[in-house]
């Protein structure tokens, strides 16, 4: 089973994500856990950087873990969808060091290093560490970046950066992040969100050729290889989306759909009406992003 990740904090503004009712004034509580992006894709090559701002208040250190598979509420996680292969391994690499609290008034401090807070358990491969605030305290920095936290009234906004960004090497499908604040006395509030990470696919070689009163619309969809060996490979099973936007117009519509062979290859024989622009869509799944096809005119 993976180990979660622990995020590296670093502190600032939010918006809401995951919100809570609010209690009343002074309690312990969260009110919302955002993930940026909140839709993270990655590709065959390159890497996307989480940011997870928590938004508590009467909090003396809030953590945050992020960990693949649905919340603990949301049941076990669904099997795996058609053309799908299991998810390959992590591989594991080391942790880059710890997080250090450091009390300063400015909102943006840059500070030198200090002594390391006690080291967790990282996820294989994304090396993320515990964090912690201390009364008062208001920001850390680690590799030279500065962190920082703020405070609006009473509610206070926590910002986390995973310190190694996630890539095709990781589960795709969803993620819970569950962010936990306790106050001097060791009570806790702790609030979830889920968020997919998603690999990337690609329509190629989309073809539309006018045959009489129809048109025929092929080209082959891609994803990238879910156990690393190339770049991308064929997605099979798939629904394909046709669609059509009829000239002088800016709205598109659904005119046909087809279905993948094993090769990815897909064609689809649909009404012509008159002339204009086709495109082939692919909707996506939770483990795989969308994508939509050049447009081509005939």
């Not at 692919?282 to 795989?288: E, I, L, W």
């Amino acid at each position: 089973m993976m180990r979660p990740l622990l995020a590296t904090l670093v502190l600032a503004t939010a918006t809401t994500a995951a919100a809570a009712p609010a209690p009343a004034s002074g309690d312990l509580a969260v009110r919302s856990v955002e993930v940026r992006p909140s839709d993270p894709v990655v590709g065959p090559s390159g890497s996307v950087r989480l940011v997870v701002d928590v938004v508590a208040r009467g909090a003396d250190r809030v953590s945050v873990v992020l960990e693949p598979g649905r919340a603990p509420s949301g049941g076990d996680e669904p099997g795996g969808e058609p053309g799908t292969e299991p998810e390959p391994a992590v591989t594991p690499s080391p942790p880059s060091g710890d997080a250090v609290p450091v009390p300063s008034a400015s909102p943006d401090p840059v500070v030198p290093p200090g002594p390391a807070l006690p080291a967790t358990v990282p996820l294989p491969g994304l090396g993320g560490l515990a964090s912690a605030a201390m009364p008062r305290v208001m920001g850390a920095s680690r590799d030279g970046r500065p962190v920082r936290r703020i405070s609006s009234g009473e509610w206070e906004t926590w910002r986390f950066l995973p310190d190694k960004p996630l890539s095709r090497w990781y589960p795709s499908g969803p993620w819970t992040v569950t962010a936990t604040a306790v106050n001097a006395q060791g009570e806790q509030a702790v609030a979830r969100v889920e968020f997919n990470l998603r690999r990337a696919t690609e329509i190629e070689g989309l073809k539309v050729v006018r045959d009489g009163d129809d048109v025929r619309v092929t080209g082959t969809l891609l994803r990238v290889d879910p156990v690393g060996k190339v770049d991308y490979r064929p997605f099979a099973g798939q629904r394909v989306r046709i669609r059509f936007r009829p000239a002088g117009s800016s709205h598109w519509k659904t005119v046909g759909e087809a279905v993948t062979r094993r090769d990815g290859w897909f064609s689809a024989r649909v009404r012509a009406d008159g002339e204009g622009a086709w495109r082939a869509e692919y909707p996506g799944t939770s483990r795989y992003a969308a994508d939509a096809s050049p447009r081509r005119e005939v």
